[in-house]
C-alpha cells in the first residue's frame, strides 16, 4: 500500500521549503505554497535559477507572521494577510496577474540580500492566476508555482536516479509538495486520477525539469558538472525536448491530507 512520506510548502517561490505533518488542500494548492515571489522593476519573476542564493532562505509561519531568515542576515516578519493592499501586474513565464506589494522593508531586506533591485509580491485569496487550459478545466487556479498547485514524485524515482549518479542527492532539490513510497520508479508519469486520503487529484502533466535541480538547497551553489540534471537528460529526455521528473496534479476535491495517508490509483 502506497502512502505519502512528506508533504511540503515553499511560502516564497525559490526559497526552502517547510515539511508539514498534514495541510488542506484548496483549489490553487496547499495553503501559503508559492504565495510570495520577488519580481524586478518589470514585474517579472524572480528565481534561483538566476540568483541561486535565494534556495537557502529560510520561512517558517508563526500564527499570522511569515518569518524569513538566512545566515548573517535580520529576520524579515510580515503579515500573512496584506496590509498595504497595492496591486501591480506581475508575470510567471507567460501568464501576467495581478499581485499585492509586500511592503518596503521587505524589499529593502531582500534587495540588500541578492544585491539588485527588486520587490516582494503576495498573492492574496482575492486574486486568482488561472492554470494553462492546455492542461486544466475552466475556473482550476494556481498560485506563483511555475504551472500546477502541487508536484507529486515517488521515492522510488529518486531512488533510481540515486543509483545512477555517482553523489546521491536529496529530494529537497525537486520541491514536491507530496512525496509517496511508491514501488515502482517514474510509476506516477501515468497517474491520471488519484485519491490522498480522501482527497482526489487529478495528474495532468509530467513535470519538465531545470538548472533549478543543479543548485544545492543549503549552500545555494549550483553543481559544477549539471548535476542532476545532466543524468537525468541521459534517460529521462523526451523526443520532443524537456527532461521530466514527477507529476503535477490539481485538486479535484478539498479536505485535509496527512503524512502516512494511503495513496490510491483511481485511473
Not at 516578519?77 to 508575470?91: A, E, F, Q, S
Not at 521587505?106 to 540588500?112: K, N, V, Y
Not at 525536448?241 to 476535491?253: A, C, D, H, K, T
Request: neutral net charge; aromatic residues 8%.
Amino acid at each position: 500500500m502506497m502512502k505519502v512520506t512528506e508533504i511540503n510548502i515553499y511560502p516564497i517561490k525559490s526559497t526552502r521549503r517547510i515539511a508539514l505533518p498534514q495541510s488542506e488542500v484548496l483549489p490553487r494548492g496547499l495553503p501559503w505554497d508559492r504565495r510570495w515571489m520577488l519580481v524586478d522593476a518589470e514585474g517579472r519573476f524572480i528565481t534561483a535559477r538566476q540568483h541561486p542564493t535565494l534556495a537557502p532562505v529560510q520561512t517558517d509561519v508563526e500564527d499570522d507572521v511569515l518569518r524569513v531568515s538566512v545566515a548573517g542576515r535580520k529576520t524579515l516578519r510580515l503579515p500573512l494577510k496584506p496590509l498595504d493592499g497595492r496591486l501591480v501586474p506581475v508575470t510567471v513565464w507567460q501568464d501576467s496577474c495581478d499581485a499585492v506589494l509586500a511592503g518596503a522593508e521587505a524589499d529593502a531586506w531582500f534587495s540588500d540580500y541578492l544585491g539588485l533591485s527588486c520587490r516582494l509580491v503576495q498573492m492574496s485569496d482575492e486574486l486568482v492566476r488561472g492554470v494553462n487550459p492546455d492542461y486544466g478545466q475552466a475556473g482550476d487556479e494556481v498560485s506563483f508555482a511555475d504551472g500546477f498547485p502541487l508536484l507529486l514524485i515517488s521515492q522510488a524515482s529518486l531512488n533510481d536516479l540515486n543509483s545512477r549518479l555517482q553523489t546521491p542527492v536529496s529530494m529537497r532539490r525537486f520541491r514536491p509538495n507530496l512525496v509517496v513510497d511508491g514501488e515502482r520508479a517514474y510509476q506516477e508519469d501515468q497517474w491520471r486520477r488519484i485519491r490522498v486520503g480522501d482527497v482526489e487529484f487529478e495528474g495532468v502533466k509530467n513535470c519538465s525539469r531545470c538548472v533549478f535541480t543543479t543548485i544545492d538547497p543549503d549552500t545555494g551553489v549550483k553543481h559544477p558538472d549539471k548535476e542532476p540534471l545532466r543524468t537525468l537528460g541521459s534517460y529521462r529526455r523526451k523526443p520532443q525536448g524537456g527532461v521530466y521528473f514527477g507529476q503535477n496534479l490539481i485538486p479535484r476535491s478539498g479536505g485535509v491530507i496527512h503524512v502516512g495517508d494511503k495513496v490510491e490509483i483511481l485511473d
